[in-house]
């Protein structure tokens, strides 16, 4: 496995896997977990090469968010990203990727205007940036993102196919904890009391799922009874619970073909997020 | 010659060239003039593929812009490529590249803040978004832009490093009519007696180059002289006359390595620029 601090080194690591081999790509923040794990195992199975980065980008965090405290443990990432066969690790500076004079963005214009992009103003700029680049130096065929951050993964899903790129979309299922709590890098913020009622949005979301099933289709209904089972978590404090259309990431009255139950709550100063696909 | 009108026309084309071959690309908006045809001719030079692309972009135009009268003549187009050893004419339509719930967009943070980027809202947003997808579209090894339009040769080199896209850029020098007027597929636009007028911003542009090569300074006395030379002709209107620096685009009150003087100035509705390198 290498690993390549440098963008040069990337793109020479990059140029030198003969064309026809396919190439998978998995972008992570690092502090890896069984989410991740399962994006790379996807890719390996996928492609010849797997392509891991692992990059804190401090362009997505907001001013008050949590850059500097956000977990790190690169000897650990790179443990386990060997394990899982992969191939290479991009693993640069911020100083490598917004050099002095940095000056251009990727926005979308519809796809934010909602759940995290509302009360994260900036945040999908960043994260479209950051992809975007990664994209254009280790020029995947195929890539790999979680449903946990959904509203991340459909801005992404479209700005592939908006900006006419090469890339094969693939999108994973979540990965829980035994007890329903989405893997995330940001759970070991959560204190033990604060850990055990996190799974508020896993039930919330078993709430919703469990009402559409049973053919409920008005999304103020179903988002009063979500609210309620989080509620219920004496430490949970609800930043937002919305039903939004797939396509658009715009809130629906109506259930449609494809909507997403989408939740993010606080606990403490934690902020965390889970959602479910109703269709 | 191929013309191909489809984005997924043009990738096919793009993807039977063998890999060993180099391929130089011109962007332009048609309605080919001598300052277009330098850049095939450049591009020809020192490429063995060459493609052009021919799209009046509609998002880089404003509300009350000249996008429904800009001049189009693709038989002409067509005829003038092929002579310049053109290989491929990309020729897409407008929902060809803006297909419904089109959504993610470039900007530039800073390089637009003066000169047309204050006076044309969301027109650089417009060209960086459309010049990305061309360069995702065309894959090219070398691209070509005119000197004329400055601001937006700028932005483009800054966002292929930006985005650490493996695109060589060059930057050609403006092409004038016999009287020192430059090259605008807009000129067509003026009366006669604009035309007549119109090398204001040329007569402007050598004063500014003089007190330059005389080793004045100070960008508010060169202003000041290259406003009055345009003034002189009764018919132009100043929409502005700015130094800037080369790299950052920003106003300079002393002029250092590498500065710009750049011109903005209506005949009746007709907006031309121009401008010069002073270093």
């Known amino acids: 496995m290498h690993v390549a601090k440098t963008i040069e080194e990337m793109k020479e690591l990059r140029n030198s896997i003969p064309s026809g081999k396919k190439v998978g790509f998995v972008p992570t923040m690092g502090y890896l977990h069984e989410g991740h794990l399962s994006l790379l195992r996807k890719a390996r199975k996928e492609n010849d090469v797997v392509i891991l980065s692992i990059f804190v980008n401090p362009i997505q965090f907001g001013p008050n968010e949590d850059l500097d405290k956000y977990p ?27 050099p002095e004079n940095y000056s251009s963005y990727v926005i979308t214009e519809g796809l934010d205007r909602h759940l995290c992009g509302a009360k994260r103003p900036g945040h ?28 991340q993964a459909r801005i992404i899903e479209q700005m592939i196919k908006d900006f006419n790129l090469d890339i094969n979309f ?9 007890d329903g709590l ?9 204190s033990k009391e604060e850990r055990k009622q996190a ?25 009063k009874e979500v609210e309620e089972v989080v509620k219920s978590f004496n430490l949970a404090k609800i930043d937002y619970v919305e039903i939004v259309d797939y396509t658009t990431m715009a809130p629906v009255k109506t259930l449609g073909d494809k909507s997403v ?13 889970d959602n479910t696909i109703l269709e």
């Open 170 to 178: 693939h999108i994973c299922p979540i990965v829980r904890e035994e």
């Open 72 to 98: 790190r443990d690169f000897e650990r990432d790179e443990k386990l990203a060997k394990e899982e066969g992969t191939d290479i690790i991009f693993y640069p500076t911020p100083e490598q990727m917004y």
């Open 261 to 273: 139950l989408a939740l993010a709550v606080y606990f403490g100063k934690t902020r965390l997020i």
């Open 182 to 190: 989405a893997m995330s890098s940001r759970n070991v913020y959560l």
């Open 199 to 223: 799974i508020a949005l896993y039930k919330g979301i078993q709430k919703g799922k469990e009402l559409f099933t049973n053919g409920e289709r008005n999304a103020e209904i179903i988002k």
């Open 124 to 151: 999908f700029k960043g994260v479209m940036t950051v992809v975007l680049k990664l994209f254009n130096i280790t020029k995947p065929h195929n890539t790999y993102f979680g449903q946990k951050d959904i509203q």
